[in-house]
């Protein structure tokens, strides 16, 4: 009986541990993948605008502007990826996002505002000019990943 | 008028054939990806309200309404990412896609209105009885799933 009841432990015990242990990973490598996805899909509605601004591709208003609602709605989904535990694993983060959480919070909310203020700009806008000292503005993502993407 | 016809004909071709000759290994897999992305992204933000019609996990208002302001404004992304020629790769998209693609391109649009809807209907709403029947009407996305995805 003794016998019986140790065994049954240890099976719940490691049968507890793996659970926990596997989910958390699964929860880790999901919120990874989703914050990736983000970032992956803001650089493709980005670099056109770039290119736009950069003359490497013609200004359409409306392409334009498109855009500038894309990166404005993604910029406000990435950060719920950036779960505690997910400095490890496949990602590029840099562990000081977590040390430095509020600075990182107030960087990533600081791209929402300025690229929700470009999809503003971008809908009435008609020339390059107009939208190009914001997209410039917008552009703050860059020293984001300076600091915290490796 | 048939001469019209013709040169319309014509320029449609050669349209698509830029097009498609244009479309690159890079582009191509660039594009795969940004699609995929975007689904990936659609899920994570649809399971989660999923989980809250299920009842596994609290209704909460503002959440949900979340939820839905995102996948109202991804759904409208992914299209761009079915470029001629990306139906080889790696992809779970069927060939058809591109043989049938009024009836794929209807199914996405949609489902963009749906999901535009349940954003509607989520923004106000305080109960989870006023968003199930719209949520229900969301989950399109399963029907082109069965008959495009592998």
């Known amino acids: 009986m003794n016998k019986l009841i140790k065994v049954s ?3 719940v015990l490691s049968f507890g541990i793996s659970m926990a242990a596997s989910a958390d990973d699964d929860e880790i490598e999901e919120a990874i993948e989703y914050r990736q996805a983000g970032m992956e899909m803001i650089a493709w509605n980005f670099g056109r605008m770039a290119a736009m601004v950069k003359g490497k ?20 989904m990435s950060l719920e990826g950036y779960i505690l535990g997910s400095d490890e694993g496949d990602t ?30 971008a809908k009435t806008a008609t020339t390059l000019e107009e ?5 410039k503005n917008t552009a703050v993502c860059k020293g984001c990943h300076k600091k915290y993407k490796k």
Do not use: H
């Open 92 to 121: 590029d983060a840099k562990a000081k996002i977590w040390t430095n959480w509020a600075d990182f919070k107030a960087k990533m909310v600081e791209f929402e505002n300025q690229a929700v203020q470009l999809a503003d700009v």
């Open 131 to 135: 939208v190009k000292p914001q997209f």
């Open 9 to 11: 432990l240890a099976g």
């Open 57 to 76: 591709m013609p200004y359409e208003a409306a392409e334009f502007a498109k855009r500038a609602e894309n990166v404005a709605a993604l910029s406000k």
